[in-house]
């Protein structure tokens, strides 16, 4: 037995398109507001606005104060890149066969290698040419053995050293073994 189904007024109907059906839509879910109640609106009050400003405004400046170089973190740079090179001169002297040597001064270094009974730039590597500070910086080598260069020969065993980098109110000291390795560490 079919039942009845209650009777939609016109106004509520709405055809439902590709079928001959009508479906009943409240009117409610389309009215405007009714006259004088309050709508709210969405948005951000002045008090959040100055609340987010705040914010971004301490993460910059955070930001900004950790990305200038400070003396020591630029110097430790500085000795971490001689140390590399310290390193690969070392080698290119073993596999060259002929000595090496390192000119340390406060504006920067270079490299130096003995052919024909004398001391000539490095040219010919784009790793081993010289190089100069980025600010005055004062250097001094504490060698086991007394010398006061720095030279890589054919010998794998040297006298292990110590390489002092100051520059205004950071140092830092290049630590050799005598074995190929080098270690920045900071006094």
Same mark, same amino acid.
């Given at each position: 037995?079919?039942?009845?189904?209650?009777?939609?007024?016109?106004?509520?109907?709405?055809?439902?398109?590709?079928?001959?059906?009508?479906?009943?839509?409240?009117?409610?879910?389309?009215?405007?507001?009714?006259?004088?109640?309050?709508?709210?609106?969405?948005?951000?009050?002045?008090?959040?606005?100055?609340?987010?400003?705040?914010?971004?405004?301490?993460?910059?400046?955070?930001?900004?104060?950790?990305?200038?170089?400070?003396?020591?973190?630029?110097?430790?740079?500085?000795?971490?890149?001689?140390?590399?090179?310290?390193?690969?001169?070392?080698?290119?002297?073993?596999?060259?066969?002929?000595?090496?040597?390192?000119?340390?001064?406060?504006? @920067?270094?270079?490299?130096?290698?003995?052919?024909?009974?004398?001391?000539?730039?490095?040219?010919?590597? @784009?790793?081993?040419?010289?190089?100069?500070?980025?600010?005055?910086?004062?250097?001094?080598?504490?060698?086991?053995?007394?010398?006061?260069?720095?030279?890589?020969?054919?010998?794998?065993?040297?006298?292990?050293?110590?390489?002092?980098?100051?520059?205004?109110?950071?140092?830092?000291?290049?630590?050799?073994?005598?074995?190929?390795?080098?270690?920045?560490?900071?006094?």
């Amino acid at each position: 037995v079919p039942t009845a189904r209650p009777a939609v007024p016109a106004s509520m109907r709405t055809s439902v398109p590709g079928t001959c059906r009508s479906v009943a839509i409240p009117l409610s879910d389309y009215s405007p507001a009714p006259a004088g109640a309050a709508v709210r609106q969405r948005g951000f009050t002045l008090v959040e606005m100055l609340v987010a400003l705040l914010v971004a405004a301490i993460l910059i400046s955070m930001v900004s104060l950790s990305a200038s170089p400070s003396p020591q973190r630029a110097l430790r740079y500085e000795a971490e890149r001689l140390a590399q090179l310290l390193a690969l001169a070392r080698e290119e002297a073993l596999v060259r066969g002929a000595p090496i040597r390192v000119d340390l001064s406060r504006d @920067g270094y270079r490299f130096l290698i003995r052919r024909d009974r004398e001391w000539r730039p490095i040219t010919d590597d @784009g790793d081993l040419r010289a190089r100069a500070f980025d600010d005055d910086t004062q250097v001094a080598i504490e060698r086991a053995d007394g010398m006061r260069a720095l030279e890589f020969g054919r010998d794998i065993v040297e006298a292990p050293y110590r390489v002092m980098l100051v520059r205004r109110a950071a140092a830092v000291t290049i630590v050799a073994n005598g074995l190929g390795r080098f270690e920045v560490v900071e006094p």
